[in-house]
């Protein structure tokens, strides 16, 4: 891996992202979210990437749910993306903030219909009798709704992670893996080159 230091790291993370789009058949964007909830215990989970820029990564979810939850207490996060055909890997360490109900709505409304139903209907998180009740649940609201222009729940959004810390990992086959750490500090990018 050739990594050019004047370079920003979220442009390396956009080329590898591409690349993964190509490789990977399914989800090249779902990355592991960990988040510490108020007992301590640590709690990881697969979301989905749905927007970033030079500043943060966006991902869409209900803030009642577990990681809303979590957040709430203790905004630090850790995720990462793995991309098992390109032997490549990612983690970024920051914290976590929620975007502005603009911007979540805006989302909201490119989504498709079932998607912004889902989203209405599932109280994420909390128990429920049986799969069987919250799909009729959910085709109850579908058919009450069907010609309607669905409103955003006020508990559903986007969270974005500003990020403090970027590695990339690339691995090779004599275990001799490249890894570089990025570390943002005083509005500007430090890098480190570490043993595997």
């Avoid at 139903?117 to 599932?122: E, L, V, Y």
Wanted: hydrophobic fraction near 35%; charge should be positive.
């Amino acid at each position: 891996m050739k990594f050019d230091l004047n370079k920003n790291p979220i442009d390396l993370f956009t080329s590898w992202l591409d690349e993964a789009k190509i490789t990977e058949p399914n989800d090249p964007d779902a990355m592991s979210f960990a988040t510490v909830s108020s007992d301590g215990y640590p709690s990881v989970r697969m979301v989905l990437l749905r927007k970033f820029d030079k500043k943060g990564f966006i991902f869409f979810t209900n803030y009642n749910s577990n990681k809303g939850k979590s957040l709430d207490k203790n905004a630090n996060i850790c995720a990462s993306f793995y991309w098992p055909p390109l032997e490549r890997q990612v983690i970024i360490k920051g914290y976590a903030k929620k975007i502005s109900s603009v911007e979540s709505e805006d989302y909201f409304n490119s989504r498709p219909f079932e998607s912004q139903a889902a989203a209405i209907i599932s109280n994420q998180s909390e128990d429920i009798d049986s799969h069987e009740s919250l799909l009729e649940k959910y085709n109850s609201f579908i058919e009450q709704n069907k010609n309607t222009k669905l409103k955003r729940p006020n508990n559903w959004g986007g969270i974005e992670i500003f990020i403090n810390q970027i590695e990339f990992w690339q691995g090779r086959k004599n275990r001799l893996h490249n890894r570089v750490l990025c570390n943002f500090q005083k509005d500007t990018w430090e890098y480190k080159l570490l043993s595997p």
